[in-house]
């Protein structure tokens, strides 16, 4: 097998899967988007879905373990570890704008594919930010607050508006340089209303 041909078909199904999906993709556009035919397409990944496996392996091992890695890391505060978490999130969305709606739709409809990261890179540990939460809200600088609420809170803030983008412009009524403005200037955003919406 030739690494390089195994690559070339996997940025090619990358590109379909975000254009379509993986419901929507064909092996004939991968194919032909490769410039390889079906049958190699086959012979290297077998089938469509192993073929999907591969991709969002691909995708997620970049941006999950990036986030775990901070929610774990034992010398953040809870102010620096809330923002690091924003500012990686905002700037691989920038770079990778179509990643999170794709990444959403795997996971709700494979979720055996985030199993399978999560057995290959491990759970994060989350005791930690938990006792920093509850030492916080004990000090009275924050109200008592659950991880999953934490959790919930954040992500939906950093992802909502990737996600939402043509909604959202078309509401209220921006062009797309805006909205890329808003967004570089998304994680500060986040920090400050996050940090509000815990004071007690």
């Keep these: 097998m030739d690494p390089s041909t195994a690559d070339r078909i996997l940025d090619a199904a990358h590109r379909v899967f975000l254009r379509r999906g993986t419901a929507g993709a064909r092996t004939q556009e991968i194919a032909a988007e490769a410039g390889v035919n079906k049958a190699l397409v086959h012979y290297y990944f077998g089938t469509k879905e192993a073929l999907a496996d591969a991709v969002f392996q691909r995708v ?29 999130q905002v700037a691989f969305h920038r770079t990778h704008p179509y990643m999170a709606i794709y990444l959403l739709s795997e996971i709700h409809t494979a979720p055996e594919r985030l199993e399978s990261l999560v057995g290959r890179h491990g ?78």
Excluded at 164 to 188: T, W
């Design 60 to 88: 997620a091992s970049v941006l999950l373990p990036s986030m775990f890695g901070v929610l774990s890391a034992p010398d953040l505060s809870l102010a620096e570890r809330v923002r690091r978490v924003a500012e990686r």
């Design 123 to 200: 759970r994060p540990s989350l005791e930690l930010l938990r006792s920093q939460l509850d030492a916080a809200a004990a000090a009275g600088t924050i109200r008592p607050v659950t991880i999953t609420e934490f959790m919930v809170n954040l992500m939906s803030l950093l992802v909502f508006p990737v996600v939402a983008r043509p909604m959202i412009r078309h509401i209220v009524g921006i062009g797309e340089a805006e909205y890329d403005q808003f967004l570089d200037q998304r994680a500060e955003q986040v920090v400050t209303f996050f940090f509000a919406g815990l004071r007690p």
